[in-house]
Structures are given as structure tokens and as C-alpha cells.
């Protein structure tokens, strides 16, 4: 069964970091791009990058490009996102989602929340 | 790329016939994604290539459309059906989410 765990989410003042981690099992983590999503409090998805197999190809949304970098450990089967000079509006809760490959995220974790508060 | 979805809101009985829209701000040839969310939970996979359904989705289920219209129907809604409903599209290098069409108890 697949499983991804979210971790790291906390609270961090504005212009802080932090790093998130995802943990996969259950699936070839080496054969699976990856991606993070973010949902504000009460709000829609956005999602905000994604990350091949081998990291030779790397995207972002516009709203966090310059500021977030994602990477992977594919024999830790972790996925990272590093987020730096945080912002208000970045408060929200981070998902990691598979890719199925070919289109689609298939299967999600179960989110970690960010709050960027004074 | 931006995707517009409608409705926004959408008031529905148990066993109603339900079509929520999607429209992509350029072509995206099939590479369309449908998700079912409930308060607190991730979301749930639902159709790929816009009208493939993934494994485990009930056959009330049914996507249609390519290019930059695109649908998802519900036929019978059911009393698990009551969530709100997001496309996604996948084309090149860019990934975007519709805003969200939530699915409500007439």
C-alpha cells in the first residue's frame, strides 16, 4: 500500500525557512516523479512544484519560484521542499502527491501545516 | 495556463444527474486530471487523460472533453458524492488547478 508522510510544518515568523520532507513507501520511489501541493484555510489547491525521477527536470508555480527549491533522496525515498523567505500567504497545509506517470497525482499524504505568523 | 471551473457551488439531491465544467485558458490536448475533496482530507484521485477513470472510482463517474472543455459528470448522485471537486491540468511545464466546485446538499 502506498503511504506518503508529510513532516516539518510549523509555525516561523515571516522571512524565516523551513523544510519539509516526505516520506514514501509502499511503490518504486525511484520510478516516480513527485509533487508538492498547498491548500491555504479554506481555500483551493495550488499546486507548487514538481520533481522527475532522476531531478533533471524541476518546476515551479510563479508563486513561489525563486524562494522554494524541491529536491529528492531516492535511496532515503524522501522528497524535500525547502522554503525560504516566507510570506503570509504562504500559510497553508503542504501535500506531497506521486505522479502517476504520465498525468494525474495518485495518491497524496495526509498534509503538514505551515503557519507564517508574527 | 489558468483553468475556470464552473459552477462554483452546486445544490443537489441524492440521485440527481451532476456536471461541473471546466475550461483551460489554452489548448491542453487531454491532459486533464479530476480530484474529490472532503473538509480536512487530501484529495482523491478520480479521472486522468480526461476521461480515464482511475482504478477503484465508481462507473457513476465520467469524464469527457479535450482541448479546452472539459466535464465531469455524476449520474445518480450519491450521499458520498457531497465534497468539492477540482481539475487539474498537466500540459508541458506548468501544472494548474481549477478553483474548486463544491458539490453541496440541495
Known amino acids: 500500500e502506498v503511504h506518503l508522510v508529510e513532516s516539518g510544518g510549523t509555525l516561523v515568523q515571516p522571512g524565516g525557512s523551513l523544510r519539509l520532507s516526505c516520506a514514501a513507501s509502499?511503490?518504486?520511489?525511484?520510478?516516480?516523479?513527485m509533487n508538492w501541493v498547498r491548500q491555504a484555510p479554506g481555500k483551493g489547491l495550488e499546486w507548487i512544484s514538481y520533481?522527475?525521477?532522476?531531478?533533471?527536470?524541476?518546476l515551479y508555480s510563479d508563486s513561489v519560484k525563486g524562494r522554494f527549491t524541491i529536491s529528492r533522496d531516492n535511496a532515503k525515498n524522501s522528497v524535500y521542499l525547502q522554503m525560504n523567505s516566507l510570506r503570509d500567504e504562504d500559510t497553508a497545509v503542504y501535500y506531497c502527491?506521486?505522479?502517476?506517470?504520465?498525468?494525474?497525482?495518485?495518491?497524496w499524504g495526509q498534509g503538514t501545516l505551515v503557519t507564517v505568523s508574527s | 495556463i489558468q483553468m475556470t471551473q464552473s459552477p462554483s457551488t452546486l445544490s443537489a439531491s441524492v440521485g440527481d444527474r451532476v456536471t461541473i465544467t471546466c475550461r483551460a485558458s489554452?489548448?491542453?490536448?487531454?491532459?486533464l486530471a479530476w480530484y474529490q475533496q472532503k473538509p480536512g482530507k487530501a484529495p482523491k484521485f478520480l479521472i486522468y487523460?480526461?476521461?480515464t477513470l482511475q482504478s477503484g472510482v465508481p462507473s457513476r463517474f465520467s469524464g469527457s472533453g479535450s482541448g479546452t472543455e472539459f466535464t465531469l459528470t455524476i449520474t445518480s448522485l450519491q450521499p458520498d458524492d457531497f465534497a468539492t471537486y477540482y481539475c487539474?491540468?498537466?500540459?508541458?511545464?506548468?501544472?494548474?488547478f481549477g478553483q474548486g466546485t463544491k458539490v453541496e446538499i440541495k
Open positions: 487523460q480526461a476521461s
Open positions: 487539474q491540468q498537466y500540459n508541458g511545464y506548468s501544472r494548474t
Open positions: 489554452q489548448s491542453i490536448s487531454y491532459s
Open positions: 502527491a506521486k505522479d502517476r506517470g504520465g498525468g494525474g497525482l495518485d495518491y
Open positions: 520533481i522527475t525521477v532522476r531531478s533533471d527536470t524541476i
Open positions: 509502499g511503490f518504486t520511489f525511484s520510478s516516480y516523479s
